[in-house]
């Protein structure tokens, strides 16, 4: 009998949205690694004997993620930047595995490459807006790591034409709520944080990742073989 891995993984979220209001850190520590080994473990279950590269592609996703998650939950602009390296190392799994199902030189922006506008324009405006308060540091790194998760999206808006709508529209969604949870670490990181950003910054987190993991489970079972 298959494990309810979406039922252990609800109620996880709602453990760890639950220690982040009522500032409870021993609650965020059990909760918060467990996160991406639940979505895993989900993953692995409903995609059994499908494609190697690609299965293996979105669980190095998952892993990195993981050790993002950890490292983020220390103190200290080395644990940052380590959580930084963490998660740029998951968006090139992931941007391996979308790519796998359509590479850049034959999806959607090949047809329509002025679309990629909107989501170039938007990390360049973030970054001119929390610039002076990136330490100099960090502004490499930063760069970096924008570029790398811009490029996770349009990897997905690459697949539009290889999805069905509401498939797509849904792992669009994910992807674009991964962009703006990490937006929001900038936001709170560099620039004015405010009330309410530790949860808004794990819900569209884990919404992103579930939609993302969602949608490559259906890609998976599709008759399409990658």
Not at 55 to 76: C, H, K, N, P, Q
Not at 220 to 225: E, K, P, S, T
């Amino acid at each position: 009998m298959k494990l309810p891995w979406r039922i252990f993984f609800g109620i996880d979220v709602l453990l760890n949205i639950t220690g982040i209001l009522l500032e409870q850190p021993l609650l965020i520590q059990i909760s918060k690694p467990l996160l991406m080994p639940l979505l895993a473990g989900w993953f692995l279950t409903e995609t059994p004997g499908r494609s190697v590269f690609f299965r293996i592609a979105i669980l190095f996703a998952l892993l990195f993620s993981t050790l993002g998650d950890v490292l983020l939950m220390f103190e200290g602009g080395l644990f940052f930047i380590a959580g930084l390296g963490a998660f740029l190392m998951a968006h090139v799994w992931y941007i391996g595995a979308f790519s796998r199902i359509s590479s850049f030189r034959r999806g959607y922006l090949s047809q329509q490459p002025l679309i990629v506008l909107p989501l170039l324009a938007y990390p360049l405006i973030l970054l001119w807006f929390l610039w002076n308060g990136i330490p100099s540091g960090m502004k490499i790194p930063v760069c970096l790591y924008a570029g790398v998760i811009t490029i996770m999206a349009l990897s997905v808006l690459n697949l539009k034409d290889k999805l069905e709508s509401g498939h797509f529209t849904a792992m669009m969604t994910g992807a674009l709520l991964f962009v703006f949870s990490d937006s929001l670490i900038a936001v709170s990181k560099f620039g004015q944080t405010f009330n309410g950003v530790r949860p808004a910054i794990m819900l569209t987190y884990v919404a992103g990742q579930y939609l993302l993991i969602l949608c490559a489970i259906r890609w998976q079972n599709q008759d399409n073989r990658l």
